[in-house]
């Protein structure tokens, strides 16, 4: 059962925009912390856009800040990012990710659950 289904990547020219979204299941979509994630080649995975689904915290990657935008649609079990203002450095692959923690704070390996990501290829 996919729990995690993301989609909206693919090919657009730098200063473009895209509109990520990620369907989840009822369960996974009811997780403390829900997010997008991403890996550019030769780099690590970071966290990009997060939820706090208790509205007490949204986080957002500093190069990303003023250009992406989280959001959901709780009628659909969905989590959407709009990149706008797209860059060359923005490049990976997309993922979106859930953390069901009781409260505090959603740290890295409290992700468990994962999507198998929508690719944003290099920006012409």
């Known amino acids: 059962q996919v729990q995690l289904q993301e989609s909206g990547g693919g090919s657009v020219q730098a200063g473009g925009s895209l509109r990520l979204s990620c369907a989840a299941s009822?369960?996974?979509?009811?997780?403390?912390?829900i997010g997008w994630f991403r890996q550019g080649p030769g780099k690590e995975r970071e966290a990009v856009a997060v939820l706090y689904r208790d509205g007490s915290n949204t986080y957002y990657r500093e190069s990303v800040k003023g250009r992406f935008t989280i959001s959901q649609d709780n009628a659909k079990n969905t989590l959407y990012l709009q990149m706008n203002s797209l860059k060359p450095e923005d490049t990976a692959m997309y993922y979106c990710a859930a953390a069901r923690v009781n409260d505090g704070y959603c740290y890295k390996n409290d992700y468990k659950y994962w999507g198998q990501g929508t690719q944003v290829p290099s920006l012409t």
């Open positions: 009822e369960y996974i979509y009811s997780s403390r912390c």
